[in-house]
């Protein structure tokens, strides 16, 4: 049987509220997409900036101002 996943989408603001990241990913709950997202801000530099994270029903899981 195969695992159903969920799409998120992971968003960085700049300052003046540009965007700088618009990535969309798949993860299996919200749990691991928390995780997910937060890997990808630490790796690209990113996890002080203005960040969210969504579910595809537009649910907020992660985000820091």
Same mark, same amino acid.
């Given at each position: 049987?195969?695992?159903?996943?969920? &799409? !998120?989408? +992971?968003?960085?603001? #700049?300052?003046?509220? $540009?965007?700088?990241? =618009?990535? #969309?990913?798949? @993860?299996? &709950?919200?749990? $691991? @997409?928390?995780?997910?997202? %937060?890997?990808?801000? %630490?790796?690209?530099? !990113? #996890?002080? /900036?203005? /960040?969210?994270?969504?579910?595809? =029903? @537009?649910? +907020?899981?992660?985000? /820091?101002?």
């Amino acid at each position: 049987e195969g695992l159903i996943m969920k &799409n !998120y989408v +992971l968003t960085v603001f #700049s300052k003046t509220g $540009e965007k700088l990241l =618009d990535e #969309s990913f798949q @993860a299996k &709950n919200d749990e $691991e @997409a928390k995780g997910i997202g %937060e890997k990808k801000l %630490e790796e690209k530099g !990113y #996890s002080e /900036h203005t /960040h969210r994270c969504v579910t595809e =029903d @537009a649910r +907020l899981i992660l985000f /820091h101002r």
